[in-house]
């Protein structure tokens, strides 16, 4: 539709998007920055030319973390807080989109049940499946 689209990566030496980069019109409409979910000034280049819709789409995926603290809990909390403060000092920013997963949801499914946006997960905790408990305290928790 002929949109200006900025992506981001960690790191562009690690980081695979060869396949984005060869999307038709890619060359002239997307661009591939390096960011970091914990350095807000990282994404002053993202944020910059009048940004208007922003998806924050992911943060670390570590399944079983030695440090769940450190390597899932402030990158994903602090991350989206820096990401949300961005928006707010942005003026041409005018939607913010966060994705989640089912783990939100539960981290223990009951088949017999039916979920809806009244279920959250509130069985996960730093020890107790903490890549779960993470969104737990994004979306919900309120300190």
Not at 53 to 66: D, G, N, Q, T
Request: aromatic content about 10%; charged content about 25%; proline content about 3%.
């Amino acid at each position: 539709r002929g949109y200006k689209v900025k992506g981001t990566v960690r790191s562009k030496e690690t980081s695979t998007f060869d396949h984005l980069m060869r999307l038709p019109n890619a060359e002239k409409n997307l661009q591939i920055l390096e960011a970091d979910l914990t350095k807000q000034s990282t994404w002053d280049e993202a944020f910059s030319g009048g940004v208007e819709y922003v998806f924050h789409v992911a943060s670390p995926h570590i399944l079983k973390p030695e440090d769940p603290e450190n390597t899932l809990m402030l990158p994903s909390v602090g991350g989206t807080q820096n990401i949300l403060e961005m928006c707010q000092r942005t003026e041409s920013v005018k939607k913010l989109i966060y994705t989640s997963c089912m783990s939100a949801v539960s981290d223990d499914f009951d088949n017999m049940k039916e979920y809806d946006e009244s279920d959250w997960n509130t069985m996960s905790s730093l020890t107790r499946n903490s890549y779960s408990y993470r969104y737990y305290i994004v979306l919900c928790h309120k300190s």
